[in-house]
């Protein structure tokens, strides 16, 4: 097998079971597809055997780009784009209701999601994320208020996204293997949103400015977005003596709505 590169992050999942069970957790006959790093493509065999609609694969390494292009060159339903998936505006690229699966390189994996949860059309015009991240990631990813794993990334995941479903995977499946778990996180839109954030880009900011003190109370956090703190802070009800782990998820979309109506001029 060839030698996969440091540098992508590239772990080639091996295991047909688990790539089965993927496969499994949605219904792939005659829907749109996207599988973002596709590999050598031994998840891509499998969405095949399945019989989509269309299957789009994005694939950054040149050599593995030009191997699936030999391999899939007579199936008329595969396109391939060998592009770096942080630079690729593939929101344009998408069927409505495409599902869009990945073996998620690790260095990468929060850009690729948090990029796709920051879709300008929403509902999106996908209707589920089947993504393996590094298990840690993961739990960042669904981590609940309350628990050690809450932060940025859980407070901006569970804005647009649900999670339905969830299932860890031993390094043993993949080659080369990793020194660390995977997760298998299966996630849909939220079609509905109660929050009326404009921009995802200040739920983004906002959630930087406090956590980047993580351990400090975020009066002063609260202070540089707001020109009368004290007053806002007690309209929107938010102790500023607390941290910013013990706001709740809908304290910061209700902070972030009112940042874009009286943020500092």
Not at 92 to 104: A, S, Y
Request: charged share 30%; proline share 4%.
């Amino acid at each position: 097998m060839r030698y996969a590169k440091k540098s992508l992050g590239q772990n080639f999942l091996i295991d047909s079971n688990i790539i089965k069970k993927i496969i499994n957790l949605t219904t792939i006959f005659d829907k749109n597809i996207l599988e973002i790093g596709p590999g050598k493509g031994a998840l891509t065999d499998e969405i095949l055997k399945n019989k989509p609609k269309s299957l789009t694969l994005i694939e950054k390494d040149n050599l593995l780009s030009k191997e699936l292009k030999l391999k899939y060159n007579n199936n008329k339903k595969v396109t391939i784009y060998n592009k770096d998936v942080l630079k690729f505006n593939f929101e344009k690229k998408l069927e409505k209701d495409t599902i869009i699966f990945g073996n998620l390189p690790y260095n990468i994996a929060s850009q690729i999601l948090v990029n796709i949860i920051k879709f300008k059309k929403w509902p999106p015009k996908y209707s589920c994320l089947i993504f393996m991240f590094q298990k840690e990631m993961a739990d960042r990813i669904i981590g609940k208020y309350g628990t050690s794993k809450y932060g940025r990334l859980s407070i901006l995941t569970s804005y647009r996204l649900s999670v339905l479903n969830k299932f860890k995977i031993s390094p043993n499946c993949f080659f080369p293997k990793p020194k660390i778990d995977s997760t298998v996180l299966f996630l849909k839109p939220n079609n509905k949103i109660k929050n009326k954030i404009k921009n995802l880009e200040n739920l983004e900011k906002i959630t930087h400015i406090f956590f980047s003190k993580k351990r400090k109370m975020i009066n002063k956090s609260f202070s540089q977005l707001f020109k009368n703190s004290e007053n806002l802070s007690q309209k929107l009800d938010i102790n500023l003596s607390l941290r910013p782990d013990q706001l709740n998820e809908n304290d910061f979309y209700r902070i972030v709505e009112y940042y874009e109506k009286y943020k500092k001029i």
